[in-house]
């Protein structure tokens, strides 16, 4: 059946070969790699079902719907609502604080070291400015994001985020370089996977129909994208693409797997982990503790009344009912003179707010995330310098991750120039895109400082950069200071000439007379 199909699927990719301008070697060469291809997109696919759920485990911990507690046994409605009110997304809150805080301000090259307008020009026709937070939020709650550039004629490149829930990428070991990259979505029009397979001389479009529904969703909280995978292809038969417009194989016209990956803690081995790793266990144990909490506040929180011989009645079908009638409004009274009466205390909820506590403090100090963000209305305000202070571990924290991710986008933007052509950017190893302050300071603070650098000799433009004005605003300015700075000159060199016609300006004699040559000095008693 395997080699029916595979032969089905030569003839379908041979029929399209046959029909275009490639050379008969180049046809031959293609239909020899096809199985090698199909094997190929197999494999990947398998790596990437491997690795899927954890991601998916991540994205759930984000998005603040982690596996909730499984006792008791016996749900009832009544503990499905607390469980749905136990949820408290403090792993989305680490993530966002790290994420604010990762602003592109502007792209500097070696020529151009404020700003490179060409490649600020391929940042904002890709609309960076709102995709590349996206980008970050994935690079950190999963630990590894793609990026990708696709050249467009007559138009700049194309940057695209790839989340490792759509994409699966093979590098060299030694060399680092990205040998293959697979990108996978799901047509759920067609009940089927797409796939598009790019190596460094072609890109292969590929689907499968074979593979199963519902597989990869856990504690059942699907993907949230339309485009997401929720099929299992950990083991499918790839097919080419032949249907529409759409063709099975085209050529890669940058000579590279375009692809840059963004890795959150990298290390030497090439491993990268979630900004979450860590604090997940500690998410669970809050959500435990308020489990437990609206448990005994919803059952043990008020005091109650307990009652000792009396003769339990029963109903008219002879099961037990209430031996007294109880509401504020009603007295009890009993007849026997063995009766007793107590009352049990309400259960103290102390303990479990004290409980939290301390484990969203264990959480601030794992993921050093300042306790004025997590702790909001505990009494903790800090200002001022113990800002600073309190804010210390996460900007060392901020500022290595603008590290790892600054690298991934010199890359990005060195495969924008060879997209483009620009052998300038494609080679230069000083493009590097420049963050925002991450340093909390009050505007006196930042203008104080700039001032007296000011002073120094640093020119306006950067100056301006550093206290956060956008690459527009620097072009505008210093077009302005440009043109302020050349009339200036022009005033003085004409107030410099001896004689002849007075600058602009110029006051008349102030003698009275026409003559200009006759000043104050001249007038006679």
Sequence with gaps: MTSLVLSTQQNKLYNFLTGTSLGLDEV???????????AMAHDMAADFAALYPHFLLMDSYYQGNPPMPREPERLTQKFREMLAMSRSNWCGLVVDIVNERLKVGSISSTGSPVQDKTAWQWWQASNMDGVSPQIHVAALKFGLCYVSVWPRPGQPPRIVGEPPTGCFVRYDCDTGAALAAMRIWQDDLCGCVHADLTTPDYQFHLTTKDAVLDQLSLYGVPPRASRAVTMDVSDVQWQFRVDGSVVPVERNPLGVVPYVRMTTS?????????????????????????????????MASFPRAWVTGVDVPLDSQGKPKEPVDAAVDRLWTFTDKDTKVGQLD???????????????????????????????GMGIFPSGESVRATEWGLTRKVEARQQSYGDGWSDVLRLCGRAAGNKRLANDLGLNVIWKDVEARSESEVVDALIKMGTLGVPWPALWQRWGASPEEITSWTKKLDEASAQSAALAAAAAKPSGTPPPGALPPLSGSTNPEQGADQIEP
Aim: hydrophobic letters at 45%; aromatic letters at 6%.
């Design 346 to 376: 309400a259960a103290e909820l102390t303990g479990y707010i004290q409980v939290i506590t301390s484990d969203v403090q264990a959480l601030a100090s794992v993921s050093r995330t300042p306790p004025s963000y997590l702790m909001a």
């Design 28 to 38: 031959g060469s293609l239909m020899d790699q096809s199985n090698m291809v199909l």
């Design 266 to 298: 990298p290390d030497l081995l090439g491993g990268y982990a979630s900004e979450l790793e860590g604090i997940t266990p500690i998410q669970d144990r809050i959500i435990r503790t308020i489990f437990d909490r609206l448990m005994a506040q919803g």
